[in-house]
């Protein structure tokens, strides 16, 4: 397997830094006012990605920030992968994490061109860019490198979100303005979905939603309360016996009464402590500190992070000196925002037309099969009987079924079988088939695993 290794800071596979090169990267490189100052080319070639001509994987790339809010300064950290195949044509997706993540997680462990381990890179054979050009951004300040310099720019709700985004992806679109008529496709993992269902939103009810074609969700964790249901589906599952049961049916109770009195940011909080955490109501009754797989308790690889602390990568991105942030702050403000809904905002882009895709891990517990039935099924919108009424399709993995597809209309739903929280970890195969044959267009009975 190609990858490539950092022996020493200052040193990339025997590349030598020119000293000059990291001078210019000292400072984050913010390339809003060089597009309002009409500098595209030269805010291009800044934000190029490459160590004196050498490319990770020789994939063309581009990273910077946007600033969102000049009242805060505050700034959107992006990398935009270069589609690798039909570059003139093919889609474009904005993609983003989920709760406290940079969007650099999605990048190096779901569908970016690399994954790291130790310090190698290792190049993923299932990179969306292949046939999509892949924004990844960051949905939030204070998450990943993106940052404000007043605490007023911490947003504290979706639409703050949104607004920032729009804002980035208007000034992505005038940086690549011969991306502009490709289509535009939103992509959001876990409680990423919140955001990409708010920034289409957003871009609907603006003047570009000519952009906008459809939404991807993979795990949505897009309407906590009404997701819940821990205490049935982990009783059925064999993780929970009945007084431990009777726990998350009281825990689950007491979050609907607070919701039901207006009180959103004690039941944000009150869901954090019953499934988040080593201290959570979830790891006491069960054992298991992570609610991303109801199998196996193992945490994500996260050796991305410490690679972005080498000067080298750190250059190459023009973060400057910024470091990842842990969210907290980010976190934080958004307290409130834990228990709301966003199923309206989805109903709303179907009843308009736009292509969903929501994909879903039989593995997974927090955004668990039965949850997401439930949710797809309150849907309120022109296809709800359809959907209903749609006879679920078997997806062939070789010899095996490999995931279930139920769709009507402008709707699918995708669950990977032997899947988790993170289908493309699991599955990265047939979560590429799925996503590239949903971006393409490809008619929903000729979908397929390969």
């Avoid at 310090?119 to 969306?128: Q, T, V």
Wanted: hydrophobic share 40%; glycine share 10%; aromatic share 12%.
């Amino acid at each position: 397997m190609l990858a490539f290794r950092i022996v020493l800071i200052g040193l990339l596979i025997g590349f030598e830094v020119d000293n000059s090169s990291l001078a210019e990267n000292d400072s984050a490189l913010i390339l809003t006012p060089l597009i309002e100052g009409g500098r595209i080319e030269e805010a291009r070639r800044r934000a190029d990605v490459h160590l004196n001509g050498f490319r990770l994987f020789n994939v063309t790339s581009y990273s910077g920030f946007f600033t969102v809010n000049t009242e805060f300064n505050s700034n959107l950290f992006f990398w935009y992968l270069e589609a690798a195949e039909n570059k003139t044509t093919a889609p474009v997706m904005v993609y983003t994490s989920g709760w406290n993540a940079s969007s650099l997680f999605g990048l190096f462990n779901l569908n970016g061109h690399a994954s790291i381990e130790g310090f190698r890179a290792h190049r993923r054979h299932h990179s969306f860019h292949k046939f999509c050009h892949m924004v990844y951004l960051d949905h939030a300040v204070g998450r990943g490198f993106s940052f404000t310099e007043d605490d007023r720019g911490y947003r504290t709700d979706q639409e703050g979100i949104a607004e920032d985004m729009f804002s980035a992806v208007v000034q992505f679109f005038r940086l690549f303005p011969e991306l502009k008529g490709n289509g535009l496709y939103l992509g959001g993992a876990s409680y990423g979905g919140k955001a990409a269902l708010s920034l289409a939103h957003r871009i609907h009810n603006s003047n570009e939603s000519g952009l906008l074609k459809g939404v991807f969700l993979s795990a949505p964790f897009i309407d906590p309360v009404g997701q819940m249901g821990y205490g049935d589906f982990l009783t059925s599952v064999g993780l929970l016996g009945r007084v431990s049961r009777r726990l998350f049916d009281r825990e689950e109770s007491a979050i609907r009464q607070l919701v039901s009195a207006g009180n959103y940011t004690e039941s944000g909080k009150r869901i954090g402590r019953m499934i988040f955490g080593r201290e959570s109501t979830l790891a006491q009754a069960t054992g298991f500190v992570l609610s991303t797989n109801y199998v196996y308790d193992r945490p994500y690889d996260m050796d991305w992070e410490g690679w972005m602390e080498v000067d080298d990568v750190r250059a190459m991105l023009h973060v400057g000196a910024r470091r990842l942030s842990d969210g907290e702050m980010a976190s934080a403000r958004l307290a409130a925002d834990i228990a709301r809904s966003v199923t309206p905002t989805l109903e709303q882009l179907l009843a308009a037309g736009y292509r969903v895709l929501m994909t879903g891990g039989q593995l997974d517990l927090v955004c668990n099969h039965p949850a997401l039935v439930r949710l797809l099924e309150a849907l309120q919108w022109p296809g709800k009987r359809g959907f209903a009424d749609a006879r679920r399709k078997t997806l062939m993995d070789g010899a095996l079924p490999g995931a279930y597809l139920t769709a009507y209309h402008n709707l699918a739903y995708v669950l990977f079988l032997a899947s988790d929280h993170s289908p493309e970890i699991r599955n990265p195969d047939s979560v590429y088939a799925i996503v590239r044959n949903f971006l393409r267009g490809v008619p929903v009975e000729e979908w397929s695993l390969k």
